[in-house]
């Protein structure tokens, strides 16, 4: 438990530099808010490259709100035209808040601010795991309920996640692509426009080595890492940005972000949950709230 407590201390300050610049206008109280959703540090992506159009139509943006307050912003991707997944710590953030959190979804457009299709939702149509722990990080993830997105187009669609009996020992070397809207260095400097980069999924326990101290890593944690400079990172506020395999030409999510190194995003691997072992949570979930 103390070194948990080191590490939320720690990406509290990381975060809180971010959140000070960003929501200076807000109460203390809100600043609150945010180093609460920020006790993981929320990854942006470093380097990397401007998306097209339509590249990657499933990845969608989250402004989280409480009582019309921002908090955080987040990704998501669509997994059927009515469900959005993306990680549990962006919209569980206090039991006492809950009730009044929003969320506002952004999909179709690589510039944030201009979707061809949104919605909003309420903290009744968020459907997080069962056994989720804002303190060790267990199974990380959530699915949203929103009203129907229009599919039909190219530049919003659904994707795949991987299937159960995809592990993460396959993925070691490989080079996996990353998209989202967060900072694009180790401190505060937004992008607009949805980025992507390419990162090789390393072994979990080499990653752990460089964690050690800071986080204990939750089950199912996946490490994914560019060495190829200039390195590209996921930085703040890319929590839920997905890890992305093209698959014979088919793009299938095998996971989303939900840790980096406070303060050092490009310099050492970035955490993610691997989806597989949830392939059953997120089918069940969707057929149980359809
Ligand atoms: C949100 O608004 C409700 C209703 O006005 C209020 O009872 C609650 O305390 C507010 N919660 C927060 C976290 O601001
Ligand atoms: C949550 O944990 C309990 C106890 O280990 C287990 O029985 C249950 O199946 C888990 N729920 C999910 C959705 O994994
Ligand atoms: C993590 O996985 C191991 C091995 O499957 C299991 O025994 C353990 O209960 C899991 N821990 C949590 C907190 O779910």
Redesign the pocket.
């Known amino acids: 438990m103390k070194k948990i407590s080191a590490v939320v201390l720690l990406s509290v300050f990381g975060c809180t530099l971010v959140a000070t610049e960003v929501l200076q206008s807000y109460s203390d109280f809100h600043l609150n808010l945010v180093k609460r959703s920020a006790d993981v540090p929320s990854p942006r992506i470093i380097n990397g490259a401007e998306a097209e159009d339509g590249q990657f139509p499933y990845v969608v943006f989250l402004t989280l709100y ?2 019309k307050t921002v908090y955080g912003w987040c990704s998501g991707v669509l997994v059927t035209p009515e469900f959005v997944l993306t990680v549990a710590h962006c919209v569980d953030i206090n039991d ?2 809950n009730p ?1 959190i929003g969320i506002y979804i952004e999909a179709g457009s690589v510039v944030r601010g201009t979707p061809r299709q949104s919605t909003s939702l309420t903290y009744s149509n968020v459907f997080v795991h069962q056994n989720y722990s804002a303190e060790t990080l267990e199974n990380d993830i959530a699915l949203l309920k929103t009203s129907e997105f229009d599919c039909t187009t190219p530049y919003v669609q659904y994707v795949k996640t991987a299937p159960s009996d995809w592990d993460i020992s396959k993925y070691i070397s490989n080079s996996y692509t990353i998209a989202g809207f967060g900072t694009i260095d180790n401190i505060r400097t937004y992008s607009d426009v949805l980025r992507y980069a390419d990162l090789s999924v390393i072994d979990t326990s080499k990653c752990q080595e460089d964690y050690d101290g800071l986080l204990t890593f939750p089950n199912n944690t996946l490490c994914a890492q560019d060495f190829v400079e200039p390195i590209s990172a996921a930085c703040f506020f890319d929590s839920g940005d997905p890890l992305i395999s093209h698959y014979y030409k088919h793009d299938v999510i095998i996971a989303l972000n939900i840790f980096v190194y406070p303060g050092h995003c490009d310099q050492y691997a970035q955490g993610f949950i691997h989806l597989a072992p949830y392939y059953d949570w997120i089918q069940n979930t969707i057929s149980d709230n359809a």
């Open positions: 409480v009582n006492n808040y009044y």
